[in-house]
Protein backbone atom coordinates (compact mmCIF):
# COMPACT_ATOMS: atom_id res chain seq x y z
CA UNK A 1 0.00 0.00 0.00
CA UNK A 2 2.95 2.38 1.07
CA UNK A 3 4.39 1.99 -2.41
CA UNK A 4 1.33 2.35 -4.21
CA UNK A 5 0.48 5.98 -2.31
CA UNK A 6 4.00 7.06 -3.59
CA UNK A 7 3.19 5.80 -7.03
CA UNK A 8 -0.11 7.27 -7.02
CA UNK A 9 1.88 10.71 -5.47
CA UNK A 10 3.85 10.84 -8.04
CA UNK A 11 1.42 10.64 -10.88
CA UNK A 12 -0.29 13.25 -9.51
CA UNK A 13 2.69 15.37 -8.98
CA UNK A 14 3.33 14.52 -12.64
CA UNK A 15 -0.32 15.67 -13.87
CA UNK A 16 -2.13 17.36 -11.36
CA UNK A 17 -5.12 16.72 -13.37
CA UNK A 18 -4.78 13.26 -13.22
CA UNK A 19 -7.89 11.03 -11.67
CA UNK A 20 -5.36 8.65 -9.86
CA UNK A 21 -6.59 11.52 -7.07
CA UNK A 22 -9.88 9.33 -6.33
CA UNK A 23 -7.12 6.58 -5.66
CA UNK A 24 -4.81 8.28 -3.30
CA UNK A 25 -7.34 9.62 -0.97
CA UNK A 26 -9.28 6.74 -0.75
CA UNK A 27 -5.99 5.36 0.55
CA UNK A 28 -5.31 7.40 2.58
CA UNK A 29 -8.30 7.61 4.17
CA UNK A 30 -8.10 4.13 5.16
CA UNK A 31 -5.68 4.66 6.33
CA UNK A 32 -6.86 6.96 9.12
CA UNK A 33 -5.21 10.30 7.34
CA UNK A 34 -8.22 11.71 7.04
CA UNK A 35 -7.16 15.63 7.07
CA UNK A 36 -4.60 14.72 4.33
CA UNK A 37 -7.20 12.55 2.41
CA UNK A 38 -9.69 15.23 2.58
CA UNK A 39 -7.15 18.01 1.25
CA UNK A 40 -6.39 15.95 -1.63
CA UNK A 41 -9.91 14.72 -2.50
CA UNK A 42 -10.64 18.82 -2.84
CA UNK A 43 -8.06 19.72 -5.05
CA UNK A 44 -9.29 17.16 -7.29
CA UNK A 45 -12.63 18.06 -6.72
CA UNK A 46 -11.85 21.79 -8.08
CA UNK A 47 -10.08 20.35 -11.38
CA UNK A 48 -12.74 17.86 -11.91
CA UNK A 49 -16.41 19.53 -10.31
CA UNK A 50 -18.83 17.29 -12.13
CA UNK A 51 -17.10 13.68 -11.46
CA UNK A 52 -19.97 12.21 -9.08
CA UNK A 53 -17.00 9.73 -7.36
CA UNK A 54 -14.72 12.70 -6.71
CA UNK A 55 -17.76 14.71 -4.37
CA UNK A 56 -18.85 10.70 -3.11
CA UNK A 57 -14.98 10.36 -1.83
CA UNK A 58 -15.46 13.74 -0.41
CA UNK A 59 -18.57 12.61 1.19
CA UNK A 60 -17.44 9.53 2.42
CA UNK A 61 -13.91 11.33 4.18
CA UNK A 62 -16.26 14.22 5.30
CA UNK A 63 -18.65 11.28 7.32
CA UNK A 64 -14.98 10.21 8.79
CA UNK A 65 -14.75 13.44 9.76
CA UNK A 66 -18.23 13.25 11.99
CA UNK A 67 -19.15 16.72 8.81
CA UNK A 68 -22.73 14.91 8.31
CA UNK A 69 -23.65 18.38 6.74
CA UNK A 70 -20.81 18.09 4.23
CA UNK A 71 -21.29 14.77 3.30
CA UNK A 72 -25.17 15.30 2.99
CA UNK A 73 -24.26 18.24 0.78
CA UNK A 74 -21.95 15.93 -1.19
CA UNK A 75 -23.75 13.47 -2.36
CA UNK A 76 -26.91 15.59 -3.28
CA UNK A 77 -24.51 16.72 -5.54
CA UNK A 78 -23.59 13.45 -6.60
CA UNK A 79 -27.38 12.60 -7.14
CA UNK A 80 -27.93 15.57 -9.32
CA UNK A 81 -24.90 14.66 -11.32
CA UNK A 82 -25.71 10.46 -11.18
CA UNK A 83 -29.14 9.72 -9.87
CA UNK A 84 -28.74 5.90 -9.97
CA UNK A 85 -25.75 5.91 -7.56
CA UNK A 86 -25.99 3.50 -5.40
CA UNK A 87 -23.19 4.77 -2.97
CA UNK A 88 -25.16 8.21 -2.69
CA UNK A 89 -28.08 6.75 -1.69
CA UNK A 90 -26.40 4.44 0.74
CA UNK A 91 -24.55 7.68 2.52
CA UNK A 92 -27.98 9.92 2.44
CA UNK A 93 -29.99 6.85 4.04
CA UNK A 94 -26.88 6.09 6.61
CA UNK A 95 -26.66 10.35 7.91
CA UNK A 96 -30.88 10.36 7.48
CA UNK A 97 -30.76 7.39 10.64
CA UNK A 98 -28.23 8.80 12.14
CA UNK A 99 -30.20 12.08 12.55
CA UNK A 100 -33.75 10.25 13.11
CA UNK A 101 -34.93 11.02 9.92
CA UNK A 102 -36.11 7.19 9.45
CA UNK A 103 -38.83 7.75 6.75
CA UNK A 104 -35.91 9.44 4.51
CA UNK A 105 -33.58 7.09 5.94
CA UNK A 106 -35.88 4.32 4.68
CA UNK A 107 -36.62 6.09 1.27
CA UNK A 108 -32.84 6.69 0.31
CA UNK A 109 -31.99 3.05 1.84
CA UNK A 110 -35.07 1.29 -0.47
CA UNK A 111 -34.22 3.24 -3.62
CA UNK A 112 -30.33 1.74 -2.78
CA UNK A 113 -31.41 -1.66 -2.98
CA UNK A 114 -33.65 -1.46 -5.76
CA UNK A 115 -30.86 -0.20 -8.03
CA UNK A 116 -28.72 -3.55 -6.71
CA UNK A 117 -27.04 -2.10 -4.03
CA UNK A 118 -26.63 -5.40 -2.04
CA UNK A 119 -26.31 -7.45 1.25
CA UNK A 120 -25.19 -4.86 3.22
CA UNK A 121 -27.88 -1.87 2.27
CA UNK A 122 -30.99 -5.00 2.61
CA UNK A 123 -29.40 -5.47 6.08
CA UNK A 124 -29.30 -1.98 7.28
CA UNK A 125 -33.04 -1.34 5.63
CA UNK A 126 -34.09 -4.15 7.90
CA UNK A 127 -32.47 -2.06 10.83
CA UNK A 128 -34.35 1.31 9.85
CA UNK A 129 -37.75 -0.50 9.08
CA UNK A 130 -36.74 -1.69 12.81
CA UNK A 131 -36.05 0.98 14.57
CA UNK A 132 -38.39 3.47 13.06
CA UNK A 133 -41.76 1.13 14.03
CA UNK A 134 -43.07 2.97 17.23
CA UNK A 135 -43.61 6.68 18.58
CA UNK A 136 -41.43 8.35 20.43
CA UNK A 137 -39.27 6.72 23.18
CA UNK A 138 -40.36 8.75 26.38
CA UNK A 139 -44.03 8.27 25.83
CA UNK A 140 -43.26 4.55 25.67
CA UNK A 141 -43.00 1.83 28.66
CA UNK A 142 -39.17 1.79 28.87
CA UNK A 143 -39.53 -2.04 28.30
CA UNK A 144 -40.73 -1.97 25.11
CA UNK A 145 -38.33 0.02 23.58
CA UNK A 146 -35.76 -1.13 20.95
CA UNK A 147 -32.36 -1.34 22.37
CA UNK A 148 -30.79 -0.28 18.91
CA UNK A 149 -32.91 2.89 19.15
CA UNK A 150 -32.24 3.16 23.19
CA UNK A 151 -30.63 6.88 22.78
CA UNK A 152 -31.96 8.00 19.19
CA UNK A 153 -34.14 10.36 20.63
CA UNK A 154 -31.07 12.00 22.44
CA UNK A 155 -28.66 11.87 19.67
CA UNK A 156 -30.22 13.97 17.31
CA UNK A 157 -26.99 16.29 16.41
CA UNK A 158 -25.19 15.97 13.43
CA UNK A 159 -22.78 13.15 14.88
CA UNK A 160 -23.44 11.99 18.11
CA UNK A 161 -23.94 8.15 18.70
CA UNK A 162 -24.34 6.35 21.81
CA UNK A 163 -23.63 2.92 23.61
CA UNK A 164 -24.36 0.57 26.14
CA UNK A 165 -21.87 -2.19 26.85
CA UNK A 166 -22.19 -4.96 29.51
CA UNK A 167 -19.50 -5.52 31.58
CA UNK A 168 -17.79 -8.36 28.71
CA UNK A 169 -18.08 -5.48 26.11
CA UNK A 170 -21.04 -6.79 24.37
CA UNK A 171 -23.83 -4.39 23.17
CA UNK A 172 -26.75 -3.79 25.37
CA UNK A 173 -28.49 -1.46 23.50
CA UNK A 174 -27.53 1.72 20.75
CA UNK A 175 -26.32 1.92 17.23
CA UNK A 176 -22.82 2.60 16.05
CA UNK A 177 -23.13 2.91 12.30
CA UNK A 178 -20.07 3.72 9.68
CA UNK A 179 -20.74 5.16 6.55
CA UNK A 180 -22.21 2.19 4.29
CA UNK A 181 -25.09 0.81 7.56
CA UNK A 182 -22.65 -1.40 8.88
CA UNK A 183 -23.29 -1.46 12.98
CA UNK A 184 -19.68 -0.99 14.56
CA UNK A 185 -21.19 -1.45 17.52
CA UNK A 186 -20.02 -4.84 18.70
CA UNK A 187 -16.09 -3.98 17.17
CA UNK A 188 -15.75 -1.17 19.37
CA UNK A 189 -17.28 -3.05 22.05
CA UNK A 190 -14.75 -5.68 21.78
CA UNK A 191 -12.11 -3.29 21.93
CA UNK A 192 -13.23 -1.59 24.83
CA UNK A 193 -14.37 -4.42 26.85
CA UNK A 194 -11.87 -4.97 29.95
CA UNK A 195 -11.60 -1.19 30.13
CA UNK A 196 -13.80 -0.90 32.97
CA UNK A 197 -11.17 -3.23 35.02
CA UNK A 198 -8.22 -1.29 33.86
CA UNK A 199 -9.44 1.74 34.96
CA UNK A 200 -10.39 0.36 38.64
CA UNK A 201 -7.10 -0.71 39.02
CA UNK A 202 -5.39 2.58 38.24
CA UNK A 203 -7.64 4.52 40.49
CA UNK A 204 -6.74 1.73 43.43
CA UNK A 205 -3.52 1.58 42.72
CA UNK A 206 -3.59 5.99 42.80
CA UNK A 207 -5.76 5.69 45.55
CA UNK A 208 -7.74 8.84 43.46
CA UNK A 209 -11.31 7.12 44.34
CA UNK A 210 -14.03 5.95 42.23
CA UNK A 211 -13.90 6.58 38.33
CA UNK A 212 -16.66 9.13 37.30
CA UNK A 213 -15.58 9.21 33.06
CA UNK A 214 -12.92 8.88 30.54
CA UNK A 215 -12.57 11.55 27.70
CA UNK A 216 -10.31 11.00 24.85
CA UNK A 217 -10.09 13.46 22.13
CA UNK A 218 -9.36 12.58 18.47
CA UNK A 219 -8.62 14.65 15.25
CA UNK A 220 -12.24 14.61 14.29
CA UNK A 221 -13.98 13.52 17.38
CA UNK A 222 -14.72 13.41 21.14
CA UNK A 223 -15.56 10.34 22.88
CA UNK A 224 -16.30 9.98 25.96
CA UNK A 225 -17.20 7.06 28.45
CA UNK A 226 -18.54 6.62 31.91
CA UNK A 227 -19.39 3.47 34.16
CA UNK A 228 -23.42 2.76 34.48
CA UNK A 229 -25.57 0.85 36.64
CA UNK A 230 -24.96 -2.95 36.58
CA UNK A 231 -21.45 -2.32 35.89
CA UNK A 232 -22.49 -1.58 32.29
CA UNK A 233 -20.30 0.87 30.48
CA UNK A 234 -21.70 4.17 28.50
CA UNK A 235 -19.74 5.35 25.49
CA UNK A 236 -20.88 8.20 23.54
CA UNK A 237 -19.40 9.66 20.72
CA UNK A 238 -19.47 13.43 18.79
CA UNK A 239 -17.93 15.72 16.40
CA UNK A 240 -14.77 17.46 17.43
CA UNK A 241 -16.84 20.82 17.80
CA UNK A 242 -18.74 19.73 20.40
CA UNK A 243 -17.74 21.82 23.46
CA UNK A 244 -17.31 19.33 26.80
CA UNK A 245 -18.95 20.53 28.88
CA UNK A 246 -22.59 19.34 26.45
CA UNK A 247 -20.64 16.24 25.91
CA UNK A 248 -20.81 15.46 29.73
CA UNK A 249 -24.31 16.70 29.81
CA UNK A 250 -25.25 14.00 26.31
CA UNK A 251 -23.40 11.40 28.75
CA UNK A 252 -25.64 11.98 31.95
CA UNK A 253 -28.88 11.90 30.14
CA UNK A 254 -27.83 9.14 28.10
CA UNK A 255 -26.86 7.26 31.70
CA UNK A 256 -30.33 8.83 32.90
CA UNK A 257 -31.86 6.31 29.73
CA UNK A 258 -30.05 3.22 30.42
CA UNK A 259 -30.51 3.22 34.24
CA UNK A 260 -34.59 3.73 33.63
CA UNK A 261 -34.14 0.79 30.87
CA UNK A 262 -32.16 -1.87 32.91
CA UNK A 263 -35.12 -0.96 36.19
CA UNK A 264 -37.49 -1.68 33.51
CA UNK A 265 -35.39 -5.03 32.22
CA UNK A 266 -34.69 -6.34 35.32
CA UNK A 267 -38.90 -5.74 36.22
CA UNK A 268 -40.33 -7.35 32.91
CA UNK B 1 19.57 10.68 36.23
CA UNK B 2 18.39 13.31 34.03
CA UNK B 3 17.64 12.63 30.46
CA UNK B 4 16.54 14.95 27.62
CA UNK B 5 13.05 14.84 29.02
CA UNK B 6 13.47 15.77 32.18
CA UNK B 7 12.83 19.94 32.04
CA UNK B 8 9.62 18.85 30.19
CA UNK B 9 8.38 16.78 33.29
CA UNK B 10 9.80 18.98 35.68
CA UNK B 11 7.86 21.82 33.75
CA UNK B 12 4.72 19.71 33.88
CA UNK B 13 4.80 18.87 37.61
CA UNK B 14 4.97 22.30 38.39
CA UNK B 15 1.35 23.11 37.27
CA UNK B 16 -0.96 24.13 39.96
CA UNK B 17 -2.35 20.18 41.14
CA UNK B 18 -0.28 18.00 39.02
CA UNK B 19 1.51 15.49 41.12
CA UNK B 20 3.27 13.13 38.88
CA UNK B 21 4.15 13.52 35.28
CA UNK B 22 6.02 10.58 33.39
CA UNK B 23 6.69 9.75 29.80
CA UNK B 24 6.22 5.78 28.98
CA UNK B 25 6.48 3.18 26.39
CA UNK B 26 2.63 2.78 25.38
CA UNK B 27 4.06 -0.88 23.28
CA UNK B 28 5.97 -2.52 26.46
CA UNK B 29 4.64 0.27 29.32
CA UNK B 30 7.54 0.70 30.42
CA UNK B 31 8.63 3.91 32.10
CA UNK B 32 11.51 6.25 30.08
CA UNK B 33 11.76 9.33 32.55
CA UNK B 34 9.36 11.01 35.31
CA UNK B 35 9.08 13.94 37.99
CA UNK B 36 6.70 12.21 40.83
CA UNK B 37 5.57 14.29 43.31
CA UNK B 38 4.21 11.90 45.64
CA UNK B 39 5.22 8.12 47.09
CA UNK B 40 3.79 6.21 44.21
CA UNK B 41 6.04 3.33 42.49
CA UNK B 42 6.09 5.13 39.00
CA UNK B 43 6.85 2.00 36.92
CA UNK B 44 3.22 1.09 37.56
CA UNK B 45 1.81 4.23 37.50
CA UNK B 46 3.55 4.22 33.73
CA UNK B 47 2.41 0.75 33.03
CA UNK B 48 -1.28 1.34 33.81
CA UNK B 49 -1.26 5.01 32.13
CA UNK B 50 0.56 3.30 29.02
CA UNK B 51 -2.24 0.83 29.00
CA UNK B 52 -5.44 2.83 29.37
CA UNK B 53 -3.84 4.89 26.30
CA UNK B 54 -3.46 2.04 24.81
CA UNK B 55 -6.63 0.84 24.74
CA UNK B 56 -8.46 4.52 24.12
CA UNK B 57 -6.34 3.77 21.00
CA UNK B 58 -7.76 0.65 19.78
CA UNK B 59 -10.94 1.86 20.68
CA UNK B 60 -10.91 5.06 18.82
CA UNK B 61 -9.39 2.89 15.49
CA UNK B 62 -11.94 0.54 15.55
CA UNK B 63 -14.86 3.84 15.29
CA UNK B 64 -12.26 4.84 12.21
CA UNK B 65 -11.85 8.38 14.57
CA UNK B 66 -8.21 8.59 13.91
CA UNK B 67 -5.56 8.62 16.75
CA UNK B 68 -6.35 9.66 19.85
CA UNK B 69 -4.77 13.06 20.74
CA UNK B 70 -5.42 13.57 24.69
CA UNK B 71 -7.23 11.28 27.22
CA UNK B 72 -8.75 12.26 30.30
CA UNK B 73 -9.83 9.74 33.01
CA UNK B 74 -11.52 11.65 35.84
CA UNK B 75 -12.13 10.20 39.42
CA UNK B 76 -13.50 11.24 42.50
CA UNK B 77 -10.20 12.42 44.29
CA UNK B 78 -7.83 12.54 41.44
CA UNK B 79 -7.48 12.76 37.22
CA UNK B 80 -5.27 11.41 35.08
CA UNK B 81 -4.34 13.39 32.16
CA UNK B 82 -2.60 11.46 29.01
CA UNK B 83 -1.05 12.60 25.39
CA UNK B 84 0.52 10.19 22.31
CA UNK B 85 1.05 9.79 18.79
CA UNK B 86 4.36 10.75 18.99
CA UNK B 87 5.66 7.09 18.07
CA UNK B 88 5.09 4.93 20.91
CA UNK B 89 5.85 7.81 23.64
CA UNK B 90 3.08 8.92 25.67
CA UNK B 91 3.20 12.07 27.86
CA UNK B 92 0.78 11.10 31.32
CA UNK B 93 0.27 13.70 34.24
CA UNK B 94 -1.18 12.69 37.48
CA UNK B 95 -3.25 15.69 39.23
CA UNK B 96 -5.56 16.40 41.77
CA UNK B 97 -9.22 17.22 41.28
CA UNK B 98 -8.91 20.86 41.65
CA UNK B 99 -6.24 21.16 38.61
CA UNK B 100 -6.83 23.03 35.71
CA UNK B 101 -7.37 20.63 32.96
CA UNK B 102 -7.57 22.88 30.41
CA UNK B 103 -4.30 24.52 31.39
CA UNK B 104 -2.90 20.70 31.79
CA UNK B 105 -3.80 19.95 28.13
CA UNK B 106 -2.27 22.98 26.55
CA UNK B 107 0.79 22.13 28.33
CA UNK B 108 1.16 18.52 27.26
CA UNK B 109 0.25 19.52 24.05
CA UNK B 110 3.06 21.60 23.85
CA UNK B 111 5.36 19.12 25.61
CA UNK B 112 4.47 16.47 22.96
CA UNK B 113 5.55 18.78 20.29
CA UNK B 114 8.78 18.98 21.76
CA UNK B 115 8.79 15.11 21.71
CA UNK B 116 10.61 13.79 18.42
Partial sequence: MADDIR???DELARDPASLVFLQLSEALRRQGQLEVAFKIALRGLERHPRHAEAHDLVARIAVDRRDFGRAMEEWETV???MPDH?????????????????????????RAAAEGGGPDVTAALETVRRSSGGIRMPQQEQRDIDPQRLFADLLLDDGQTALLLDASGYVLGGLYLDSSG???G???GAQLSGISDEVVRATRHLDIGEWKSIVFETPVAVIAMAPAVDATLLVVAAS?????????RLLDRCAERAAAWLSAERGS | MSTPFTPMLEALSRQRGVRASLIVSEDDGLMIDSSLRFGQEGERVAALAASLYRKARLSASAARLGAVA???LDAERGRICAVGGRGDLVIVVVAEPAANVGLIRVELLRALESVT
Avoid: C, H, N
Fill in chain 1, 79 to 81: LRI
Fill in chain 1, 86 to 110: VGAMKGLGYISFQQGRFSEAETFLG
Fill in chain 2, 70 to 72: FLQ
Fill in chain 1, 186 to 188: EEI
Fill in chain 1, 240 to 248: KATPLGLLR
Fill in chain 1, 182 to 184: ADL
Fill in chain 1, 7 to 9: RWS
